[in-house]
């Protein structure tokens, strides 16, 4: 009688959810409107107008744009939101915030476009190690995404998996 191996892994009904897959490969940039401060101070409304009006925007296709303000000045709302204004139609993606705060906008952003369905009643196992860091943050949702609709959710590798969710049966 001969024994044959089976890969129990690879025949098991188990559906795997690579976060890093959802990682946006466009180029993450921080713009930072202290360069635009009056002495590091403030920020002049006509100089700041000028600089909108004759700064090269195409730079940003296609990037994400995390715009901070690294020095300790009062700059206006409304400066953001220009900045914001002439970002549309070239960035990806902007946020007010730093780059974790991108980082985090386009993960939002890919979980959201996941179509739930696709998992009902699913044994999900959501891959825990790989090559690019995936944050914390990204885990937390994608839980929220997907638990009212899997019927379990495991984390890790198929082949050594950490139960963190299983729908209670008639549920």
Not at 17 to 30: D, K, T
Not at 31 to 49: A, C
Request: hydrophobic share 40%.
């Amino acid at each position: 009688m001969e024994d044959t191996l089976i890969n129990r892994v690879a025949t098991s009904a188990l559906t795997t959810l690579n976060l890093e897959e959802f990682i946006h490969p466009g180029e993450r940039v921080v713009y930072d409107i202290k360069d635009n401060l009056f002495h590091g101070l403030m920020l002049r409304e006509k100089d700041f107008r000028e600089f909108i009006k004759t700064h090269d925007w195409a730079q940003y296709d296609g990037k994400n744009v995390a715009i901070i303000c690294s020095a300790d000045a009062i700059v206006p709302t409304w400066a953001y939101m220009l900045l914001a204004s002439k970002l549309q139609g070239h960035a990806h993606r902007y946020v007010f915030g730093n780059l974790e705060a991108l980082e985090q906008e386009l993960f939002h952003e890919a979980i959201a476009s996941i179509d739930a369905e696709e998992y009902r009643d699913a044994k999900l196992v959501v891959k825990g190690c790989g090559e690019k860091p995936v944050p914390t943050y990204a885990y937390v949702a994608i839980m929220q995404k997907l638990l009212p609709v899997t019927s379990s959710i495991m984390y890790g590798e198929p082949c050594s998996t950490v139960p963190l969710y299983k729908r209670p049966k008639g549920a």
